[in-house]
T-cell receptor
Framework: KAGVTQTPRYLIKTRGQQVTLSCSPI?????VSWYQQTPGQGLQFLFE???????NKGNFPGRFSGRQFSNSRSEMNVSTLELGDSALYLC??????????FGQGTRLTVV | KQEVTQIPAALSVPEGENLVLNCSFT??????LQWFRQDPGKGLTSLLL?????REQTSGRLNASLDKSSGRSTLYIAASQPGDSATYLC???????????????FGQGTILTVHP
């Protein structure tokens, strides 16, 4: 059974640019969640998508957005990048049993 | 607002010791609690999941307990090994008819170092 796939693994962007990250969940899982991890704030919830609908949203500015496709793959987008957006972005694939399976993450560096 | 606290922030032990990591949460209306392990620069690996109706779960040398009424969980690691060195994270998902299981609130983690 394939795990959670996040692409790309590493990314370097310039301030003001935008970026799109991708997550393919485990087959059969309809819920995908995104998290931001930084040394100062730890792991923070961004949003969750279930069957192409945003079901939960964390406390992040509108520059952070996401979507989910009919095959459950999800993307998150960050517009007008700031230095503080440098972080490890993690995606979780959530079965209805409640346990979360995480991908390896995308390391975003904003310069 | 749910808050999760982990104590201690860091722990260094010699190989072979049994150890306990602590996690507390402020809102007892949880759907479940999970313990994760994270190696530097990597994603999270799920160790144990305890549903809100359960009291404990065991996997190999790991045992996790849950006391919802006091808002506490402990992760017990028996006979620690250098390969256990990692950051251990506790996370809870809030219960709301089960629709919030995809939203986890994490503690800051305990950095564990097991030296030979």
């Amino acid at each position: 059974k394939a795990g959670v796939t996040q692409t790309p693994r590493y990314l370097i962007k310039t301030r003001g640019q935008q970026v799109t990250l991708s997550c393919s969940p485990i087959s059969g899982h309809r819920s995908v969640s995104w998290y931001q991890q930084t040394p100062g704030q730890g792991l923070q919830f961004l949003f969750e998508y279930f069957s192409e609908t945003q079901r939960n949203k964390g406390n992040f500015p509108g520059r952070f957005s996401g979507r989910q496709f009919s095959n459950s793959r999800s993307e998150m987008n960050v517009s007008t990048l700031e230095l503080g957006d440098s972080a490890l972005y993690l995606c979780a694939s959530n079965p209805t049993s409640g346990d979360a399976f995480f991908g390896q993450g995308t390391r975003l560096t904003v310069v | 607002k749910q808050e999760v606290t982990q104590i201690p922030a860091a722990l260094s032990v010699p190989e072979g010791e049994n150890l306990v990591l602590n996690c507390s949460f402020t809102d007892s209306a949880i759907y479940n609690l999970q313990w994760f392990r994270q190696d530097p620069g990597k994603g999270l690996t799920s160790l144990l999941l305890i549903q809100s109706s359960q009291r404990e779960q065991t996997s190999g040398r790991l045992n996790a307990s849950l006391d919802k009424s006091s808002g506490r969980s402990t992760l017990y690691i028996a006979a620690s090994q250098p390969g256990d060195s990692a950051t251990y994270l506790c996370a809870v998902s809030r219960g709301a008819g089960g629709t919030s299981y995809g939203k986890l609130t994490f503690g800051q983690g305990t950095i564990l170092t097991v030296h030979p």
